[in-house]
Structure formats: C-alpha cells, structure tokens
C-alpha cells in the first residue's frame, strides 16, 4: 500500500514502527509485513514530527483532500 502513494515499501516490522515491544507483537501476529492488516499499518507507523499520523496516512489523506480540491 506504501508503495502506491510513491513511499518506499517496508520488509521488517522495525521499519513500520520504532517501538521494539510493537514490533515485535506485529511479527508475531502477522509473520510476514506483506500481511500486516493496512488499519493496523496505519496506526502503528511511528508518526511524521508534529503530526498526528505516520507518513503513509499523510500520504493517503494528501492524496483524498487533493483529488477534493
């Protein structure tokens, strides 16, 4: 999904989030980051400085409020 709005794709739970304890719950649940469930991608990404979400939900919501426009 990160790829379709021009970010890099992840391969380790590391890249997704910084926090050790979630990635590795991620790992456990998931195996495989190709099968992480895109909700929860989204609300583990570690967050862009001074905002509220990780920079592929930036991305989504650049990309819906640009297209509105």
Request: hydrophobic share 45%.
């Given at each position: 999904?990160?790829?379709?709005?021009?970010l890099a794709?992840?391969?380790?739970?590391a890249q997704?989030?910084?926090?050790?304890?979630?990635?590795?719950?991620?790992?456990?649940?998931?195996?495989?980051?190709?099968?992480?469930?895109?909700?929860?991608?989204?609300?583990?990404?570690?967050?862009?400085?001074?905002?509220?979400?990780?920079?592929?939900?930036?991305?989504?919501?650049?990309?819906?409020?640009?297209?509105?426009?």
């Open positions: 999904m990160r790829h379709d709005f021009g794709r992840v391969t380790t739970f997704i989030t910084s926090n050790a304890d979630l990635a590795a719950r991620l790992e456990t649940l998931y195996g495989n980051v190709n099968r992480v469930d895109a909700w929860v991608g989204l609300l583990a990404e570690d967050h862009i400085a001074g905002a509220s979400v990780g920079p592929t939900h930036h991305a989504i919501l650049v990309d819906q409020f640009t297209r509105l426009r």
